[in-house]
């Protein structure tokens, strides 16, 4: 594509767009074929490219919207799951991910994050409490 559109006395521009399907050829170009442009225009041509594989940053431990911004930074986003939890220093905090921390997957894949969701524990019933020693049920 570029020989032929250098040799008709254009600019060639490239983009890269990721796809598992004909790397390497044209995807697109713009203006599209038969459409007249001026000689020694620039014609962008849109070629296709392996996705980037890139490594999960662990977010483990992270606040919710910490972890969110981590992910997205790098190319991924979350999609959230919650487990409930007996300690507050848990809510709101990332507790596991999958793909796993360090794994190398395609730029742009869905990361699950389990998020703690704070649960005050029912307090256990004591003999006292449900009357089992003054009520004699022993």
Known sequence: ADTA??????RVDHSYQASS????KVRAQDPSSGVSATV????????NQAPKR???????????ARGDRTLQNAGFDAVYAT???TRRSQNGIV??????????????TNVALTIGKFKRPRPRPTPRA???LAGGWW
């Not at 559109?5 to 254009?10: D, E, K």
């Not at 399907?21 to 390497?24: C, E, P, S």
């Open 21 to 24: 399907k004909n790397l390497g």
């Open 130 to 132: 449900c009357g089992c």
């Open 5 to 10: 559109l250098t040799n008709a006395g254009f």
């Open 40 to 47: 020694g225009s620039s014609v962008q041509v849109t070629i």
């Open 83 to 85: 487990r409930t939890v």
């Open 54 to 64: 890139v490594r999960v940053p662990n977010v483990v431990g992270q606040t919710q």
């Open 95 to 108: 507790l596991a991910m999958s793909p796993g921390a360090g794994s190398t997957v395609t730029q742009g």
